[in-house]
């Protein structure tokens, strides 16, 4: 088992579970909130399950772990990367053929998506379950009072204001280029590929990332465009 701590193929394959993981989520994640354009109903019943309820605080610290784990190893392989090329990652690199921009960017894209989790904890989750935990009932939204379980008041309050809107897009942009890459990276340090399927699963790839962030993008702008129409 110390091989998959300490080898350098074993942390990519910690970081490919992990990573896939996590993509399985976004995909979940993406699903439930697109509910909220064909019914606010649905969606407040969706966040009332994922509310204050054991099973909805174990998923999320899973999730947090997921994400602890994910960086601290993508931070250890940066840190072996440089240290072994040396001076070289001095030299202004000439981009190798075949090397997509992404791949070389990777984890400055992760630590982009992570700077955006962190404004969307402070807007959704911690105003959310963490405030149900705290037993609260209502919760300052603006110049309203909401129920924490109301999420589809959060995406009307938060993306009428044209500033979270362009953040969120910026955050959906960066986590395209992660995904994109990212996936088909893992699915490699897995091992399923071969000569035709390695292109497959780039395709597939692209794919679920492009999937993930229109269906957040399409919430995000539909709610803003509803937000301008009725002004
Ligand atoms: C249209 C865009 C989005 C909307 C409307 C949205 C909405 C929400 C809501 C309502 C919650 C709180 C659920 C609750 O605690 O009851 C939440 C939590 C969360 N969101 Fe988002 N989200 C969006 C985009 C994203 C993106 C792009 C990511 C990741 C890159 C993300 C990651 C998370 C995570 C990790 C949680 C915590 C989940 C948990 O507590 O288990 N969200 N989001």
């Not at 996590?22 to 699903?31: D, I, K, N, Q, S």
């Not at 990652?89 to 075949?98: D, E, F, M």
């Not at 070389?104 to 911690?126: A, K, P, R, T």
């Not at 955050?171 to 497959?200: D, E």
């Amino acid at each position: 088992m110390s091989w998959l701590l300490k080898s350098s193929i074993g942390k990519k394959l910690i970081m490919s579970v992990t990573g896939i993981a996590l993509v399985l989520f976004l995909l979940f994640h993406a699903a439930m909130n697109v509910t909220a354009v064909f019914s606010e109903e649905a969606y407040n019943a969706i966040c009332a399950l994922l509310g204050a309820n054991w099973y909805a605080v174990a998923g999320t610290a899973a999730l947090a772990a997921l994400v602890a784990i994910h960086f601290i190893y993508a931070l250890i392989l940066t840190m072996q990367n440089r240290k072994a090329r040396g001076n070289d990652s001095y030299a202004v690199s000439v981009r190798p053929k075949n090397v997509e921009w992404a791949s070389q960017n990777m984890f400055v894209l992760g630590v982009i998506v992570i700077g955006f989790l962190l404004l969307h904890f402070s807007q959704f989750w911690y105003k959310m379950m963490f405030a149900e935990l705290l037993g609260n009932h209502h919760v300052e939204l603006g110049s309203a009072t909401v129920s924490p379980q109301d999420g589809a008041e959060f995406i009307k309050y938060y993306f009428s204001q044209t500033w979270v809107v362009v953040a969120y897009l910026v955050w959906y942009v960066a986590l395209w280029f992660h995904l994109s890459h990212g996936f088909w990276s893992a699915i490699q340090t897995i091992g399923w590929n071969n000569t035709i399927w390695l292109n497959r699963w780039k395709v597939i790839g692209q794919v679920t990332a492009t999937v993930i962030c229109l269906a957040f993008a399409f919430v995000t702008i539909y709610f803003y465009a509803r937000h301008m129409i009725c002004l």
